[in-house]
T-cell receptor, first 113, second 113 residues
Framework: EAGVVQSPRYKIIEKKQPVAFWCNPI?????LYWYLQNLGQGPELLIR????????DSQLPKDRFSAERLKGVDSTLKIQPAELGDSAVYLC???????????FGPGTRLTVL | GENVEQHPSTLSVQEGDSAVIKCTYS??????FPWYKQELGKRPQLIID?????GEKKDQRIAVTLNKTAKHFSLHITETQPEDSAVYFC????????????FGRGTSLIVHP
């Protein structure tokens, strides 16, 4: 069984540029999470989806971040415009249900110059 | 919202010793407590979890204990090996609302051969 897939693995951009990350969850997993992980910190939830519905996006900086999960499968997280402080690893995770084990993707390491 | 505190931030042990990592949580409605291991540059992976209806769970050299009254749970690793070296994250998921997981800041475990 394939795990959670994320792309790109690494992205370097200049500040004020847009950037997008893509996530393909494990087949059949209805719950999808986007996390931000700074160096030496635990993952911080940005948004959680149940199928195509965003059930919690209270931590998502909506002035510059947006996300979508069309058809309840793949998801895209976008930042526009990126700021220096957005440099971090962006992790996607999926789960069969909202209250159990999460399966993480390899993450996208974003560097904003 | 939920607040998870994790200690220590760094733990150094000799091979064969035991290691204990402790977490406290604030939301009495939290009912799912996973532990994730993250090796350098890799994705977090679940190593053990416990639900609030159980006080202790063991899987070979790894065990987790939960004290609901005191709102704390601990990870115990016995007979540590160099390959146990990694960052360990605890998390608490509240059943209040939409099952949002909150992660601790992580413990860097170093096992010296």
């Amino acid at each position: 069984e394939a795990g959670v897939v994320q792309s790109p693995r690494y992205k370097i951009i200049e500040k004020k540029q847009p950037v997008a990350f893509w996530c393909n969850p494990i087949s059949g997993h209805n719950t999808l999470y986007w996390y931000l992980q700074n160096l030496g910190q635990g993952p911080e939830l940005l948004i959680r989806y149940e199928n195509e519905e965003a059930v919690d996006d209270s931590q998502l900086p909506k002035d510059r971040f947006s996300a979508e999960r069309l058809k309840g499968v793949d998801s895209t997280l976008k930042i526009q415009p990126a700021e220096l402080g957005d440099s971090a690893v962006y992790l996607c995770a999926s789960s069969p249900s909202g209250d159990g084990e999460q399966f993480f993707g390899p993450g996208t390491r974003l560097t904003v110059l | 919202g939920e607040n998870v505190e994790q200690h220590p931030s760094t733990l150094s042990v000799q091979e064969g010793d035991s290691a204990v990592i402790k977490c406290t949580y604030s939301d009495s409605a939290s009912n799912y407590f996973p532990w994730y291991k993250q090796e350098l540059g890799k994705r977090p992976q679940l190593i053990i979890d416990i639900r609030s209806n159980v006080g202790e769970k063991k899987d070979q050299r790894i065990a987790v204990t939960l004290n609901k009254t005191a709102k704390h749970f601990s990870l115990h690793i016995t007979e540590t090996q160099p390959e146990d070296s990694a960052v360990y994250f605890c998390a608490a998921t509240s059943s209040r609302g939409s099952y949002i997981p909150t992660f601790g800041r992580g413990t860097s475990l170093i096992v010296h051969p």
